[in-house]
């Protein structure tokens, strides 16, 4: 089974600062990878997702992630945040077979005006 | 249109209490499954069901019974609640095979609690 890690459990960043959330996933298997996020008393929303291809994925809301399989990591990125953006951010991997989701334990981003 | 909806919202019971959750997909997936989230926000799978049939059973308590009348449904039913059992339950969906890649939609989430 995969474990996905998020290294990071709280993460605060002044507003228009570049933020960088950490993921690594333990398995070298072909692997898809997510980023959701979690609005306050909200569900899980879609930010990016690589499926193949471009190692660097661009997502919704000025997001991007880079795959480095070598290193088993998906990392998130955004150049400057916003106040908006402050809510819990999960990665997530599923390998190329079967349909089971393996969720990191999430970061909690903080933006500070 | 909601593409993943659950009712209800809010659910507040007594200990030794049954209740249930109701879940259902508007977007033609053939997988559902749901999450338990703690209040640390740690997300735990429940149960998938993929065509009626169940296909992820996470050590989960024998309490909690999924039931699935169809495969835009997926209900959550939990008996002798637990306070343990606090926590906010997800639904989502996903679509198995080309096109999505197992990418899972999800509600807006239930609040249980339980006193």
């Known amino acids: 089974a995969q474990s996905v890690t998020q290294l990071d459990s709280q993460v605060p960043v002044f507003e228009e600062a570049p933020v960088e959330l950490r993921c690594n996933y333990s398995?070298?298997?072909?692997?898809?990878l997510f980023w959701y996020v979690q609005y306050p008393n909200q569900g899980l929303q879609l930010l990016l997702k690589?499926?193949?291809?471009?190692?660097l994925v661009k997502g919704i809301n000025g997001f991007e992630a880079e795959f480095n399989k070598s290193q088993t990591s998906f990392h998130l990125r955004k150049p400057s945040v916003h106040i908006s953006d402050t809510a819990e951010y999960f990665c997530?991997?599923?390998?190329?077979?079967?349909?089971?989701?393996?969720f990191g334990t999430g970061t909690s981003l903080t933006v500070i005006p | 249109d909601t593409a993943v909806s659950q009712t209800p919202k809010y659910l507040v019971t007594q200990m030794g209490n049954d209740k249930s959750i109701k879940c259902e997909q508007n977007?033609?997936?053939?997988?559902m499954y749901w999450y338990k989230q703690d209040s640390k926000k740690f997300l735990k799978i429940m149960f998938s069901?993929?065509?009626?049939?169940?296909?992820i059973n996470e050590t989960v308590p024998n309490r909690f019974s999924p039931k699935s009348p169809d495969k835009a449904h997926l209900n959550l039913h939990i008996n002798s609640l637990e306070l343990g059992d606090s926590a906010v339950y997800f639904c989502?969906?996903?679509?198995?095979?080309?096109?999505?890649?197992?990418?899972?939609?999800f509600g807006p989430g239930t609040r249980l609690t339980v006193t």
């Open positions: 989502a969906s996903s679509q198995e095979g080309s096109g999505a890649f197992y990418e899972q939609y």
């Open positions: 997530a991997v599923s390998e190329n077979t079967g349909n089971q989701f393996y």
């Open positions: 069901y993929n065509n009626k049939e169940l296909i």
């Open positions: 977007l033609g997936h053939d997988t």
């Open positions: 398995s070298s298997v072909s692997v898809y």
């Open positions: 690589y499926l193949s291809g471009s190692t």
